[in-house]
């Protein structure tokens, strides 16, 4: 059942173009590693037809994100590892980039207490992943396989000859990744987001990108940039998705989302895996 937090009035204002309708993929349209399902991708091309656009904002590198929109045959607006690249799809046409510093990964370290720390290279280096295998305490053989990634091993990432990263990932046990958050929290330089592995059971993840670079920001500045304002509705499940429903005017939480999250929507969604999105979505576009 959909539960409504906040039931509130919304002007849409009724114009060939609607607004926004920005969505997070794993956990919210999908929990399939791969694939959206047809039901999602079918309402979604009706409303971009009816005047609505679409946003994808994902933690996912895009050869990886990719897959799950192969679908896809209506444009969109792809936000890529939390915001560090926006593209408009399906032409792959750069808005901007909001990458990391290289020089700053030795704060990421000294912040960490293990080595699973992980730097991706980017869209436009092929989506490479550089890693320590001297420090990687757990066996990324399925990692790689469902990331479809690149690895890129370096004894130090003083090596990464690249001037800016889009994303660094770190993953471990929840208590020893709440601590690297605070400890990443004191440097400006970052943005920093707590999650669930959406894949692995236990596991949580830090993604730390540039601190300009989250999705809620990105989403923001692409609109901006396209000249296409207009009210958003946004869903997510984790807390990288606070920012997308932070500046949502409707915005809607999935039912496993942690309380943090729930805390910002007016409308929790039933369960993934009853295409819960799309009952929420209903909802907030009823009479629009």
């Not at 550089?130 to 479809?148: A, C, G, M, N, T």
């Amino acid at each position: 059942m959909l539960t409504v937090i906040n039931s509130k009035s919304y002007s849409f204002c009724m114009r060939p173009f609607k607004g926004w309708i920005a969505l997070d993929i794993d956990g919210t349209v999908t929990l399939d590693r791969y694939t959206i399902p047809k039901e999602v991708v079918d309402f979604l091309r009706v409303k971009t037809e009816e005047g609505w656009r679409i946003a994808m904002a994902t933690g996912r590198p895009l050869v990886f994100a990719s897959i799950a929109v192969s679908e896809f045959d209506f444009p969109y607006l792809f936000l890529i590892q939390n915001g560090s690249l926006a593209l408009e799809m399906p032409g792959k046409k750069e808005l901007f980039q909001r990458y990391l510093p290289t020089s700053t990964l030795h704060l990421i370290e000294s912040c960490l207490e293990n080595g699973n720390m992980l730097v991706y290279s980017g869209y436009g280096l092929g989506d490479s992943v550089y890693y320590q295998p001297k420090r990687i305490s757990r066996d990324l053989s399925e990692y790689w396989e469902r990331q479809r990634e690149t690895p890129a091993p370096v004894e130090s990432f003083a090596e990464i000859r690249q001037p800016s990263v889009p994303l660094v990932k770190c993953f471990g046990r929840s208590e020893e990744m709440r601590r690297a958050a605070k400890r990443l929290e004191k440097h400006p330089e970052f943005n920093v987001a707590f999650l669930r592995d959406p894949f692995v059971e236990d596991a949580c993840l830090l993604l730390i990108t540039d601190r300009q670079a989250s999705k809620g920001q990105s989403l923001r500045a692409a609109i901006e940039q396209l000249g296409e304002m207009g009210p958003i509705i946004a869903a997510g499940d984790d807390e990288n998705d606070a920012s997308l429903l932070e500046i949502a005017d409707v915005a809607i939480a999935m039912d496993h989302a942690p309380p943090s999250l729930k805390s910002l929507a007016n409308l929790i969604a039933p369960p993934t895996k009853d295409l819960g999105i799309l009952y929420a979505l209903r909802i907030a576009l009823e009479g629009r």
